[in-house]
């Protein structure tokens, strides 16, 4: 019964751990705010959008259709299709201007301010400043050198098997 405490106990701050971590918080953040966001910009759609796009014709969207047939009819009382293929495109322009209209808000007001600030925090932290570490093709042409200096019995560095045994030893240790 210990051992089943003991695993529950783990499996609970697994549960717990993954629960804090950042991403799944801001998961959740993401989703919380855009399901309340969506209600405002379909408001703004159909309160104001549909009605600019109804000074052409009708205020509500999915009022525009096309008919792929020939035939096509409208029952007059209930407003369904009785006969013909229709597109309901204006359905798809409205969901389409919801979408773009939630995607820039959305971009604009979360994720350009939280790129910048993530900018700045980048801009504040200090640069490594130490010089970068010598290349393989550095080292090996300092040790050919270093040789071929060794063998000519001229030395142009101070001592030059001691600066090849240098440079091997500074190999290894990458």
Request: hydrophobic share 45%; net charge positive.
């Amino acid at each position: 019964m210990s051992e089943k405490k003991g695993e529950r106990k783990s499996v609970l701050q697994g549960f717990k751990e993954f629960l804090m971590r950042g991403n799944v918080i801001e998961l959740a953040v993401a989703v919380v705010v855009g399901a309340a966001f969506t209600s405002i910009v379909t408001a703004v759609v159909k309160g104001v959008i549909n009605p600019i796009v109804g000074a052409l014709g009708s205020k509500n969207l999915d009022n525009y259709q096309a008919c792929l047939t020939t035939t096509c009819s409208v029952d007059k009382k209930t407003g369904q299709f009785t006969d013909g293929i229709y597109i309901l495109w204006g359905s798809v322009l409205s969901a389409a201007l919801t979408f773009l209209i939630t995607a820039a808000v959305v971009y604009f007001l979360m994720i350009l301010p939280m790129n910048r600030w993530k900018a700045r925090q980048d801009a504040k932290k200090p640069t490594d400043t130490a010089p970068a570490a010598p290349t393989e093709i550095e080292l090996l042409t300092e040790i050919r050198d270093a040789l071929v200096a060794q063998r000519n019995g001229t030395s142009t560095a101070p001592d030059a098997a001691s600066t090849a045994g240098a440079i091997i030893s500074q190999k290894t240790q990458h």
